[in-house]
């Protein structure tokens, strides 16, 4: 393949994957899934009932390989049995992955709120009805996007691995990056928003996330308008550049040429994680100089002073 056909594929991967990063956070904030759930699913419990969706059937990354792989295997369905063109078959393949993704949250987000009864959690037919479309049409976007790079990978980058395969394995690390960088924003500094930032959640206060938004009561819609600003695009990007990243170093420096081209492709792998380790102690600690430890009140000096 030549070098500048293989640059421009990786940058059309690279943009399906931040696409894909984004709207995967935004689906699982909508739906309150993943990390931040335990405390939305506590709530009632902790007799604070609420109105945020509480759609999780399992962690980001199995229920993200689950949707991706239905949705590649439909579409290699459709294009092997019925001929059908790429695009339809990937687009076809995305709702039928987000009408399953679906129905596993209203069903799960029902089935919760059903078994905490005791606990008087109502079950809010209305959210079921407008959050439920949100998360499938979130579930299509992220599905259809990882199935873009998945084609790319096998048919025009040649990967030996089929399809199903290469959506599964993506949809784990797209679920796992939205899981490890979008919902901290979420979990930590919205469903608690009423307790100073950085002091840590103590356990009398488990449970306790806000349920009053700036406009009435607060559910996925909020949470979703939150995290649009910050969560999703981070998360979109630290997808794109693990796609992009990940596959440049075998573009440029192609194993299919000759061994040495292999080595190379593996020394390059390495010096860009070793980059991002030091960029990333970098911000952490110049987040630290700038806004360091909460530091103790002490009236009395200040009073001396």
């Known amino acids: 393949m030549e070098p500048l056909i293989g640059m421009g594929v990786l940058a059309l991967m690279g943009v399906a994957a931040t696409i894909a990063g984004a709207s995967e956070d935004l689906e699982s904030d909508v739906g309150s899934q993943s990390n931040p759930n335990s405390q939305v699913q506590l709530a009632p419990q902790m007799m604070f009932p609420h109105r945020i969706y509480n759609k999780a059937v399992s962690g ?10 239905i949705g590649a295997t439909g579409a290699v369905v459709l294009m092997g049995e ?7 078959a990937l687009v076809i393949g995305a709702l039928i992955a987000a009408c399953v993704h679906g129905t596993y949250a209203m069903t799960s987000t ?3 709120a059903a078994s905490q009864s005791r606990f008087k959690q109502p079950v809010y037919l ?3 009805r407008s959050h439920t479309p949100v ?3 979130y579930a299509f976007i992220t599905t259809f996007c990882v199935l873009i790079i998945s084609y790319m990978m096998n048919v025009v980058l040649g990967h030996p691995f089929p399809l199903p395969l290469l959506a599964f394995i993506w949809g784990i690390t797209i679920g796992a990056i939205g899981s490890s960088t979008g919902d901290v924003h979420y979990g930590a500094e919205r469903e608690f928003q009423q307790f100073e930032f950085g002091s840590g959640l103590n356990a009398s206060n488990s449970g306790n996330i806000v349920r009053f938004a700036e406009s009435g009561l607060r559910n996925g819609y909020d949470n979703s308008w939150f995290c649009a600003k910050f969560g999703g695009p981070v998360t979109g990007i630290a997808f794109g550049m693990t796609v992009f990243l990940g596959s440049w170093v075998t573009t440029v ?7 040495a081209q292999g080595w190379l492709s593996a020394v390059a792998g390495i010096i860009i994680v070793f980059i991002l380790i030091i960029w990333n102690r970098k911000i952490e600690v110049a987040a630290r100089n700038n806004y360091g430890p909460y530091k103790e009140d002490k009236p009395e000096e200040e009073a001396a002073a």
């Open 126 to 128: 209305d959210m079921i």
């Open 110 to 112: 029902m089935g919760r």
């Open 82 to 88: 019925f001929n059908l063109s790429p695009l339809f």
């Open 253 to 259: 420096f192609d194993p299919a040429v000759s061994i």
């Open 135 to 137: 998360i499938m049409a």
């Open 60 to 69: 980001e990354p199995p229920s993200n390989a689950l949707m991706s792989a």
